[in-house]
């Protein structure tokens, strides 16, 4: 909690998803997955307009795997085919070092992976 009192005392709104986002996902590892959920829900809320698409996709993971924690494959996959990045995002995106996917085909698109039969 300190943490994320540190970050808001700061304005960093990266901090703050991200330790939001952690937060969620030691709730969830505590069997408390619907709270896990709104945890990561709401760092995203929080930092849709101000972070870079990584910190978001972090945010929509925990969101995610909280839901499939909970039994809940609707909601998870609902959250795992958004598309979080907006333009907002994007703008920020640019001025990263780090490698972004392209915002036109959402986040979720560009890691492969092999559905399981």
């Given at each position: 909690m300190q943490a994320l009192?540190?970050?808001?005392?700061?304005?960093d709104v990266h901090a703050g998803a991200y330790v939001l986002t952690a937060m969620s996902f030691q709730t969830m590892l505590r069997e408390y997955p619907h709270g896990a959920a709104d945890m990561a829900e709401a760092a995203f809320e929080r930092a849709k307009h101000a972070a870079a698409p990584r910190v978001l996709?972090?945010?929509?993971?925990?969101?995610?795997?909280?839901?499939?924690?909970?039994?809940?494959?609707n909601a998870a996959?609902?959250?795992?085919?958004?598309?979080?990045?907006?333009?907002?995002?994007?703008?920020?995106?640019?001025?990263s070092s780090l490698p972004t996917?392209?915002?036109?085909?959402?986040?979720?698109?560009?890691?492969p992976f092999r559905a399981s039969a």
């Open positions: 009192r540190l970050a808001r005392a700061a304005g996709a972090f945010a929509k993971l925990a969101e995610a795997r909280a839901y499939g924690r909970a039994g809940d494959a996959g609902a959250v795992l085919a958004a598309q979080p990045a907006t333009r907002e995002s994007s703008a920020v995106a640019e001025k996917a392209s915002t036109s085909s959402g986040w979720a698109t560009s890691f």
